[in-house]
């Protein structure tokens, strides 16, 4: 599976809109689009994925550029509870269904 | 939906000992399930992949008679750490999907602590 590159860590204002980028410039046209995040001390939340259109539920959007190489994560209105670990993981839907973590986004939501 | 399990969500052991930790899920048929190690500050590393009534996949490094994985099944997957030492402490996570190409949904995670 392709690797992705994030930033390591952001800050988001409470109310604002948090855009989580995205690198994944070897992706194949076969792997989707994953995000995840894990609250401290839990197990990783499934967010929402997409293979090359843009993406939305109650959760998040997805936005996948049109080359497919980045991708941008919103959350429309941040909350404190936002405050996680976010990973973009690429993925194929054949074979095995390993999920690479990288290291991730550390989001935090200001008050 | 999409709920999965796991039991129990901490525990505490001697030298030694075994320790079997239970994933289950919730609401969907799970025909895979992974398990995952996360030491503190590290990120989710997959220990090994199991499919209902299979022997388990394991990752390269992890050890299968260490790390004994059962899943009889489709709801049910457990994970027992057998003669556990301290270097076994970690943070032990789940996750199922319905086939080996769906999504996967985790659980809240067991933390072990072993004296």
């Known amino acids: 599976d392709a690797k992705t590159t994030q930033p390591p860590s952001m800050d988001c204002a409470e109310g604002r809109a948090a855009n989580l980028p995205c690198n994944h410039s070897t992706i194949s046209g076969n792997e989707y689009v994953y995000w995840y995040r894990q609250i401290h001390s839990q197990g990783p939340q499934y967010i929402i994925h997409?293979?090359?259109n843009n993406e939305t539920n109650e959760m998040a959007s997805l936005i996948i550029t049109e080359d497919r190489k980045s991708s941008t994560l919103i959350l429309p209105h941040a909350t404190l509870r936002d405050t996680a670990v976010y990973y973009c993981?690429?993925?194929?839907?054949?074979?095995?269904?390993?999920?690479?973590f990288g290291t991730g986004t550390r989001l935090t939501v200001i008050p | 939906g999409a709920v999965v399990s796991q039991h129990p969500s901490w525990v505490i052991c001697k030298s030694g000992t075994s320790v079997k930790i239970e994933c289950r899920s919730l609401?969907?048929?799970?025909?895979?399930m992974f398990w995952y190690r996360q030491f503190p500050k590290q990120s989710l590393m997959l220990m090994a992949t199991s499919n209902e009534g299979s022997k388990a996949t394991y990752e390269q490094g992890v050890e299968k008679d260490k790390f004994l994985i059962n899943h009889a099944s489709l709801t049910l997957s457990t994970l027992t750490v057998t003669s556990a030492h301290p270097e076994d402490s970690s943070f032990y996570i789940c996750?199922?999907?319905?086939?080996?190409?769906?999504?996967?949904?985790f659980g809240p995670g067991t933390r072990l602590t072993v004296l």
């Open positions: 993981i690429v993925r194929v839907e054949t074979g095995a269904n390993n999920l690479f």
């Open positions: 609401d969907f048929q799970a025909t895979t």
């Open positions: 996750s199922a999907s319905t086939s080996g190409r769906d999504t996967q949904y």
């Open positions: 997409g293979l090359k």
